[in-house]
């Protein structure tokens, strides 16, 4: 493990433990809060579907299975997951992006871990300019930004010939 993985596992197994990331459902109204209309609008078309099959003599039996399919489905948006981020799932686009986005895009790396890197003895001094002209042309880094710093040195270590043909680095 490079030192520059080491300290970006670091920084995100501590916005984990601070943000609550853990991937365990909990129980939250913010669907509510943040969608009233849509809540109502879930409501309204409840009881007309109630109304129908209220009227209707082939599906009055059948209208326990309208409470029944309602009241689970309705049950999912009373709940909040907040995903884990993980270093593998950097630059991974499977259906892991689904759930839980490109976080490493839109989400900016914490200033301690940029000061970490360049502080760092194990860090090479090459990779050290690079993430300061980085920093310099951008303003704020990603922790795809910093990933990629991270690749493209362990790609030139490993196969030196193929660096050139990666735009990437």
């Not at 993430?131 to 910093?146: A, C, N, P, T, V």
């Given at each position: 493990?490079?030192?520059?993985?080491?300290?970006?596992?670091?920084?995100?197994?501590?916005?984990?433990?601070?943000?609550?990331?853990?991937?365990?459902?909990?129980?939250?109204?913010?669907?509510?809060?943040?969608?009233?209309?849509?809540?109502?609008?879930?409501?309204?078309?409840?009881?007309?579907?109630?109304?129908?099959?209220?009227?209707?003599?082939?599906?009055?039996?059948?209208?326990?299975?309208?409470f029944v399919l309602f009241a689970l489905?309705?049950?999912?948006?009373?709940?909040?997951?907040?995903?884990?981020?993980?270093?593998?799932?950097?630059?991974?686009?499977?259906?892991?992006?689904?759930?839980?986005?490109?976080?490493?895009?839109?989400?900016?790396?914490?200033?301690?871990?940029?000061?970490?890197?360049?502080?760092?003895?194990?860090?090479?001094?090459?990779?050290?300019t690079q993430l300061q002209r980085m920093?310099?042309?951008?303003?704020?880094?990603?922790?795809?930004?910093?990933?990629?710093?991270?690749?493209?040195?362990?790609?030139?270590?490993?196969?030196?010939?193929?660096?050139?043909?990666?735009?990437?680095?």
């Amino acid at each position: 493990m490079s030192e520059i993985q080491r300290l970006l596992t670091a920084a995100i197994d501590k916005i984990n433990v601070e943000e609550n990331r853990d991937n365990r459902p909990r129980y939250s109204i913010r669907f509510i809060r943040n969608h009233p209309g849509l809540f109502i609008a879930m409501y309204i078309g409840w009881f007309a579907t109630l109304a129908v099959m209220l009227c209707s003599p082939v599906l009055k039996d059948s209208v326990w299975l309208l409470f029944v399919l309602f009241a689970l489905l309705n049950g999912f948006f009373f709940f909040d997951v907040k995903p884990r981020y993980r270093y593998n799932d950097i630059d991974v686009l499977d259906l892991r992006v689904c759930y839980n986005g490109e976080w490493y895009n839109t989400r900016f790396a914490p200033a301690s871990l940029i000061d970490a890197i360049l502080a760092s003895p194990r860090v090479a001094e090459h990779q050290k300019t690079q993430l300061q002209r980085m920093r310099l042309k951008k303003g704020e880094l990603s922790f795809y930004d910093i990933y990629s710093l991270n690749y493209c040195a362990t790609r030139a270590v490993n196969k030196p010939q193929t660096v050139a043909l990666n735009r990437r680095c």
